[in-house]
DNA sequence: CAGAATCTTCGGAAAATATACGATGGATAA
DNA sequence: TTATCCATCGTATATTTTCCGAAGATTCTG
């Protein structure tokens, strides 16, 4: 991965959507040798997928949250039980595992407080292996995600 | 926004780069119509961009951190220049004004655990309204964000 | 039922993408 | 040093996709 890649990769987490020929122009290389990298990067994976991007109130998600969350073990049934659970709901948009006091972190959104308070109480609380959990209410974005810095 | 935008929205959630007529035979309606109601939602901003999404791994950041955040005090001033500070670090992917004990919810790639030490010593630590944080190191991803749950 | 909105199909111009092929330049080995 | 190989570039061309208007059909709604 090189000076030109890097810079090919920098534009496309910003516009996925730009023409070869404007992407080519920005990085100084010709139409079908940007091409090629482009393609080696998707082949190389280093370019997962593309993505529109929604704006999430507009969407009609009004609430988003992260939810610090303990189980009862580390139990490997009890891991892989909550693991499956939050994968098979859709509302769960992120889920880590991470080190402290809280075995993960989740990000949630939903329509309205009804909708959290719902989510919470009868799918995330009845998770058997799920223990405890903390809200922090996100109650504006300061900086939203727009692509790694790269070099 | 009926049916078929949120149909759409779902599957350029997904794939970004999808063709018109690809797309158009996903939701039923002819190439025109669709790439129509796609203007539209662009124009509206629900679309608010089109993004390559980057395997964060592959292209070099090891290392992905949450950080709670905590000021010396709320006071406007404090809340400005802590603001402008995390604005001006690009290796802070993201930044959320929570409730809690916490005042913000902060995402953080490095290359490496020197480059995380360095900056949350050097950069972090030294923002003058900076008064404590505490470390989610992400051990593993349970669930990667691939859009909102439309419908 | 009438009007509004939105769809469909068709067509053509413009733009973008993909492919083929030859040229250039750096690295390696005889 | 020179020959050869390999990667990467650029130009040119072919193919596909996008964009946008027009005209008529269909669906929804009051």
């Known amino acids: 991965m090189d000076k030109l890649d890097t810079r090919i990769l920098s534009i496309l987490q910003k516009d996925g959507a730009i023409s070869m020929s404007n992407l080519s122009d920005q990085v100084g290389l010709s139409i079908s040798a940007c091409h090629r990298r482009v393609k080696m990067l998707e082949a190389d ?11 999430r109130k507009a969407i009609g998600f009004e609430i988003q949250v992260f939810i610090e969350a303990k189980l ?3 139990r490997r049934e009890d891991i892989q039980a909550f693991e499956a659970a939050i994968l098979d709901m859709p ?3 992120e889920c880590h595992l991470i080190s402290g006091d ?3 972190l989740l ?11 719902k989510l919470y109480r009868e799918r995330l609380s009845s998770i058997p292996s799920f223990a405890q959990m903390k809200t922090l209410l996100s109650l504006s974005t300061v900086k939203e995600f727009r692509g790694f810095h790269l070099g």
Chains 1, 2 share one sequence.
């Open 102 to 104: 809280f075995d993960y």
């Open 91 to 93: 509302e769960v948009l």
């Open 72 to 74: 009862v073990s580390q």
């Open 45 to 55: 994976g280093l370019i997962t997928n593309y993505a529109a991007r929604l704006n």
């Open 107 to 117: 990000r949630v959104a939903a329509r309205n407080t009804e909708d959290y308070e």
